[in-house]
């Protein structure tokens, strides 16, 4: 009955910029803390940057003024702006949310993936 659905990468240049989105659509009473992660090939999935409903935000060290996490509540969504991209964020970048059920039961969902890839 949830999903979440990302979209927004793609193939860049070093140095160049993407926005990813994440929304989040079906059976929801509450959305709360909402993230970014990313995986390479061969490595641990890490986080990148998540961000509390009332949009306290945390980002890893490596994407610190680079990436920006934001959320439009209204429409359960979640952006990743990043900028200055390097050929170390290539990587399946994921969504993640927390969220209640009307059953009152907490989750956590993933979404499908994007792919990023900055060249060169």
């Known amino acids: 009955q949830v999903q979440l659905v990302e979209s927004g990468g793609g193939l860049v240049q070093a140095g160049g910029s993407l926005r990813l989105s994440c929304a989040a659509s079906?059976?929801?009473?509450?959305?709360?803390?909402m993230g970014w992660y990313r995986q390479a090939p061969g490595n641990q999935r890490e986080l990148v940057a998540d961000?509390?409903?009332?949009?306290?935000?945390n980002y890893a060290d490596s994407v610190k003024g680079r990436v920006t996490i934001s959320r439009d509540n209204a429409k359960n969504t979640v952006y990743l702006q990043m900028n200055s991209l390097k050929p170390e964020d290539t990587a399946v970048y994921y969504c993640?949310?927390?969220?209640?059920?009307?059953?009152?039961?907490?989750?956590?969902?993933w979404g499908q993936g994007t792919q990023v890839t900055v060249a060169s």
């Open positions: 079906g059976s929801i009473f509450s959305l709360t803390t």
């Open positions: 993640n949310a927390a969220l209640q059920g009307y059953d009152s039961r907490w989750r956590d969902y």
């Open positions: 961000i509390t409903r009332g949009g306290r935000t």
